[in-house]
């Protein structure tokens, strides 16, 4: 037997132990002490006062692209950690598979909210949310809705069952926002935590404050958060609305987004009988949500739903492919299900199964009787899946109020399509169901039935069979949360998740100055012309540089070339009387995507230059309909620079706007291009 190790926590920068002996926390397979936890001491508005004055300022300081480069290179730093990890792992119980969805799925989380930032986010501190809105008809009054980080701390309260991907999923998209950190892990497997956050500070990427952890109980924690700060929270239902209904949450009206218990179903189809590959996929993925991490998933799958029809035979299929999950050592070869993460959590699903047996009956495994291939089952928190039946789901309340947090699920019947969504339903709010068919209809009425009580909806079905990511799988660019029971909350979803840490705000004023607020160019702010915007370089570059383009009329043999040239031969461009029966056009007009390659050819400078590439449009819109002997002219003004990080080139947005002769708007779109940071390229590539 090993000594244990005593956790720290990380406040105030610096590794800090709790002052009194502590608890024991032991290995969930073998029940040998792992590590000791205690947090008393710690003086926590001392570390909500350091996220925020440390931390805050750097994080605010940086870019959307400076903090996702940030994460990128902490998520690369810490996948080539891993196995180090995956060892500490085992004490969780988790199987090596187990391990991976935390490990590698907490990094890759963090990881793909680093790529989406670089993409869709610019290389700015301000984020714009909508278009501007006009205020006043002579333009010099406008509103843009922006947004900016917190200037608080975000308090992350964990649940035990993913120590790692717990943790990041919820970091990663709060430090884009720039908001620092404050993460309190569940104490069984904080120990897993407390290692990932030692090796985050030891590769000293992030700034000082930016994460910091408690390792124990978070005594008056909540007594010291402020209307900047946002509090987070994943367990219990219970513990989650005593938290949510905290005086000073109350009082401040503090952010709280809450992930609480979950009755998750999974919809068996009516054509989704035995034999197709609907069945098999539904047996295979309800075995799997039981037996992943042992069942400890919030998503797991609690609630069977079936067609009565196929009720034996799908019992008949779970039975045979639960009795062959070997329980044992997760780190064993051949192990496919580990311990529960406690002996007291043992006891706690045992206790649940006993409130379902109530309203169900046990059809497959013995929650008494354990069986394992290795371990001792007396020390280790083993537990074989069991399967359960409610023969009358409409009057059995356990089962759609009570869940066992471990590998149990209830099979219940229905007879129609109205019957599974009711049942569904009465769940009170999940975060996901799976609906499993290969019937259109049946997919319509399923998912729009079960969408208002669900965060998530899984539709499964052969074509989808081996790209699918699973029922129980929350995946960094989806929205993870669940209306009623489910919490309430809404964590990562890409980019939406970023903005939950930021104030959306409403900025009024003069064109010019929302212009310098929000580092984009709109209709009325300054405009610089001169030289050709496109022989600037972006060092020489600036937002409001505009081209005023010289004109060309367009004429019926434009039209008429245009149209023979490209095959496109809509009638309102070739066929007068056609063309002005239609309610839109007086006279046979010119095509949109030709007036967009005459604007083209009005605004583009053809010499080489640092206009490098031009890769797309967007909200491309022809307003008024072009005729023959119209005369188009453009104004092209650079609406907004976004350099990219770690390269020799940029993204610039140009706001392009092609008029007719009368001064109306023809169409109106942005185009998009990279242009290079120096020019020549030489004098770039030799600096």
């Not at 024991?24 to 710690?42: K, N, Q, W």
């Not at 990427?205 to 958060?225: K, N, T």
């Not at 590959?277 to 991490?293: G, I, Q």
Request: glycine share 10%; with cysteine.
């Amino acid at each position: 037997m090993t000594t244990p190790r005593r956790l720290e926590s990380y406040v105030c920068g610096c590794w800090t132990p709790g002052s009194q002996p502590g608890q024991t926390l032991l290995d969930a397979a073998t029940g040998e002490p792992v590590a000791v936890i205690d947090s008393t001491g710690i003086d926590f508005a001392a570390a909500l006062a350091h996220g925020r004055e440390a931390a805050g300022p750097r994080l605010r300081a940086m870019s959307f692209h400076e903090r996702a480069g940030m994460l990128k290179a902490l998520g690369l730093a810490l996948m080539a950690q891993k196995e180090e990890f995956y060892a500490e792992s085992l004490h969780t119980g988790a199987t090596r598979t187990d391990g991976w969805v935390d490990i590698e799925g907490g990094i890759g989380t963090m990881l793909t909210f680093a790529s989406k930032a670089r993409r869709e986010l610019p290389n700015a501190r301000v984020l714009t949310d909508g278009d501007v809105e006009p205020l006043s008809k002579d333009g010099s009054f406008s509103a843009q809705h922006i947004l900016t980080p917190l200037h608080g701390v975000a308090v992350h309260i964990n649940a035990f069952n993913f120590p790692i991907w717990g943790m990041l999923e919820k970091i990663a998209p709060t430090l884009l926002a720039g908001m620092p950190c404050l993460v309190k892990p569940a104490s069984q497997t904080a120990y897993l935590t407390e290692l990932m956050v030692r090796r985050i500070v030891e590769t000293g990427i992030l700034p000082e404050g930016a994460l910091q952890l408690i390792c124990g109980s978070v005594g008056d924690l909540l007594d010291h958060v402020t209307e900047q700060d946002a509090v987070t929270f994943t367990g219990s239902a219970w513990t989650g609305r005593k938290l949510k209904t905290h005086p000073a949450v109350i009082a401040n009206s503090v952010r709280f987004t809450m992930e609480a218990d979950s009755l998750n179903a999974a919809i068996l189809g009516p054509d989704a009988v035995a034999g197709t590959p609907e069945f098999d996929l539904f047996v295979r993925e309800v075995a799997r949500e039981m037996t992943v991490k042992a069942g400890q998933k919030c998503t797991a799958i609690r609630r069977v739903i079936a067609p009565r029809a196929q009720v034996d035979a799908l019992v008949a299929a779970l039975d045979e492919r639960l009795g062959k999950t070997a329980v044992g050592l997760p780190g064993d070869e051949g192990v496919r299900m580990g311990p529960l993460a406690s002996l007291d959590q043992r006891e706690e699903v045992r206790e649940r199964i006993r409130d379902l047996q109530a309203a169900a009956e046990i059809v497959a495994g013995d929650p008494d009787a354990v069986r394992v291939t290795s371990g001792d089952a007396a020390r280790g928190a083993f537990l074989n899946p069991v399967l359960m039946y409610a023969a009358k789901p409409f009057a059995a309340g356990a089962v759609h109020e009570v869940e066992a947090f471990g590998p149990v699920s209830t099979v219940m019947p229905y007879d129609d399509l109205d019957e599974a969504v009711a049942l569904a339903r009465m769940g009170r709010g999940s975060l996901v169901t799976s609906v499993f068919t290969d019937d259109p209809k049946v997919a319509e009425e399923l998912v729009l039935g079960t969408a208002p009580w669900h965060g998530r909806v899984l539709i499964g079905n052969r074509a989808s069979a081996k790209s699918s990511t699973g029922h129980g799988s929350p995946l960094a660019p989806l929205v993870h949360g669940g209306p009623g029971r489910a919490g309430g909350g809404e964590e990562m979803g890409g980019i939406r998740g970023v903005k939950h840490y930021m104030q959306r705000t409403a900025v009024q004023g003069a064109p010019r100055l929302l212009s310098a607020v929000t580092g984009r160019w709109i209709p009325g702010a300054d405009v610089r012309q001169g030289e050709h915007p496109f022989r600037k370089s972006l060092a020489e570059l600036r937002i409001g540089d505009q081209l005023v383009t010289a004109t060309r009329t367009v004429t019926r043999e434009d039209v008429e070339h245009f149209a023979h040239f490209t095959g496109d031969t809509f009638y309102a461009h070739m066929d007068e009387a056609a063309a002005k029966a239609n309610p839109f056009f007086d006279d046979r007009v010119a095509h949109g995507y030709l007036i967009a390659s005459f604007a083209a050819g009005l605004f583009v400078e053809p010499n080489p230059g640092p206009v490098l590439a031009n890769y797309g449009v967007d909200n491309l819109r022809f307003l008024t309909p072009v005729y023959f002997g119209d005369t188009l002219q453009v104004r092209l003004t650079c609406k907004e620079i976004n350099p990219r990080e770690n390269a020799g080139h940029g993204e610039v947005r140009w706001d392009c706007q092609v008029t007719n002769q009368k001064g109306e708007v023809v169409a109106q779109y942005d185009v998009l291009t990279m242009v290079a940071k120096e020019w020549p390229l030489a004098q770039a590539a030799a600096q």
